[in-house]
């Protein structure tokens, strides 16, 4: 019968496998146990050095984009809740300044607009006259 006395021949390569699946596995366990993911996905500043919901702004857990007139500057703040309306918003590490808010609401960790005439208002800014997303 042909193929009868076949046999496997690379016993070597399957243990390191094996090995290889066994330590993958083991960093992976480590990893979600005493890592910060949901930290390293969640929002953060402008500045990058403040995530929304952790930390030093644990109260502050929802990311605000606030109009600007300079389109080249668009920052973002953590804040405590998205702005229903035209109200002043309280932002992780004010320092005296306020921003004002617009209507929006919130889907997931995120303020978006809620009003047509800024969803346009913002949709200008974030991109330059030739139709290109600002990086």
Not at 4 to 17: E, H, N, S, Y
Request: charged fraction near 20%.
């Amino acid at each position: 019968m042909p193929g009868a006395d076949r046999k496997m021949t690379d016993v070597g390569f399957l243990i390191t496998f094996y090995i290889f699946v066994a330590a993958m596995i083991g960093v992976s366990i480590y990893g979600w146990t005493k890592g910060h993911v949901y930290e390293f996905i969640a929002p953060q500043q402008t500045d990058g050095h403040v995530t929304c919901g952790y930390n030093e702004a644990k109260e502050y857990s929802f990311l605000f984009y606030p109009l600007t007139a300079n389109s080249s500057e668009i920052k973002s703040y953590c804040v405590d809740k998205c702005p229903t309306d035209n109200e002043p918003v309280n932002y992780y590490n004010a320092s005296g300044i306020t921003i004002k808010g617009y209507k929006t609401k919130a889907v997931g960790k995120y303020c978006f607009p809620d009003d047509e005439a800024i969803i346009n208002d913002f949709t200008e800014q974030i991109y330059d006259r030739n139709g290109k997303f600002f990086a």
